[in-house]
């Protein structure tokens, strides 16, 4: 006579059957994480922006991220503060947006980031629109992978400036406003780099997005309680200017298909990575290499990059 599944299950040793329950355990928790996943990444429904205000502030809306998702919020008819330092370029994306969507009002701000930043002229420039969102998104890095001790005092200030110095200063000086109305979101644009547990040869540009990361982290906690959701998107590889060297692939998301995945992320938690690809490139790298061989495997491609770049960055 056959066994029933159950019957089979009573004669096993205790060993075996603990060894069974946690295998069960561990393919629930699996299949379930799966279906969070599933649910997180292409089936809950995007917040309503408006409901933050009609206006959004955005820095480095004139290439790449910025301008893919300035697009973005224009479809959704989100009208724009965009804060650029190029005249021409802003002009350029302007006409863009209108393209876009015609009934969007649009005020420019030029403003470099990497110097010694007039945030009176963007203070006023907001003061009397229903800001809700700020987006803090203009980034630099060097463009070529160095040692630290070759990148120079100049591109050390710019990249401090822009990642830091700018976003910290922009987020003082507009959420008084938002305070004051009880509602608005801060989206800072950090780095996948400091989802890693290191990323040699850009030392500061990864360590002027860590900071992004905790102080995104600090305000979410601070401010929650007071209508303001202040979240840092972590992506890895886009292919913008900035990351020139790559093309788009599996992994290395375009800036619209990027763009979009960060809008539907607004609202839900203090930090996410917004394009699913680089949610299961994290996944895999954590999940099946340690932190030495994550370390070892880093240094290994962004130095065989820096080989092949310029000479004098060769050593
Ligand atoms: N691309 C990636 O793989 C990647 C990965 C992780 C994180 N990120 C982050 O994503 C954000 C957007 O980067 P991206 O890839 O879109 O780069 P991008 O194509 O180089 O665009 C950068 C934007 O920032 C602006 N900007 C740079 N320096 C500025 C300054 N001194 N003053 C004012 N604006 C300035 C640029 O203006 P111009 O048009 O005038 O140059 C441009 O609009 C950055 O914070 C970056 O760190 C990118």
């Not at 547990?197 to 102080?215: D, E, H, L, R």
Request: proline letters at 4%; glycine letters at 6%.
């Amino acid at each position: 006579m056959e066994l029933s599944t159950f019957d089979s299950l009573r004669y096993q040793s205790p060993f075996v059957l603990l060894a069974i329950s946690l295998g069960a355990t561990s393919a629930l928790r699996f299949f379930l994480l799966v279906l969070k996943c599933l649910y997180v990444l292409f089936l809950r429904p995007s917040k309503n922006l408006a409901k933050y205000g009609r206006w959004a502030v955005i820095t480095g809306p004139t290439d790449g991220i910025g301008k893919e998702m300035a697009m973005e919020f224009a479809r959704k008819g989100l009208n724009l503060v965009l804060v650029g330092r190029n005249p021409e370029k802003l002009n350029k994306v302007s006409a863009e947006l209108r393209e876009v969507n015609s009934a969007v009002k649009l005020k420019t701000v030029v403003m470099d980031l990497s110097d010694e930043i007039q945030l009176r002229v963007l203070i006023d420039a907001v003061k009397d629109v229903d800001m809700g969102i700020l987006v803090n998104n203009a980034g630099l890095a060097n463009e070529d992978p160095v040692h630290f001790h070759q990148l120079g005092e100049d591109t050390t200030m710019k990249i401090v400036n822009v990642n830091l110095v700018a976003p910290t200063m922009i987020t003082a000086a507009l959420l008084p406003e938002m305070l004051r109305k009880g509602r608005g979101a801060i989206i800072n644009v950090g780095s996948g780099s400091t989802d890693l547990p290191s990323f040699p040869f850009y030392s500061v540009y990864a360590g002027t997005k860590g900071y992004i990361k905790q102080f995104s982290k600090n305000l979410h906690i601070e401010y929650k309680q007071r209508g303001i959701h202040v979240q840092c998107q972590t992506p890895n590889l886009v292919a913008t200017k900035m990351a020139s060297m790559f093309s788009c692939s599996f992994f290395v998301a375009t800036p619209s298909q990027y763009a979009s995945s960060a809008l539907q992320w607004i609202g839900y938690g203090w930090h996410c990575k917004p394009y699913w690809a680089h949610s299961l490139a994290d996944y895999l790298v954590g999940t099946f290499l340690t932190e030495n061989v994550i370390n070892w495997a880093t240094y290994r491609i962004i130095n065989n990059i820096k080989k092949s770049g310029p000479e004098d960055q060769k050593m």
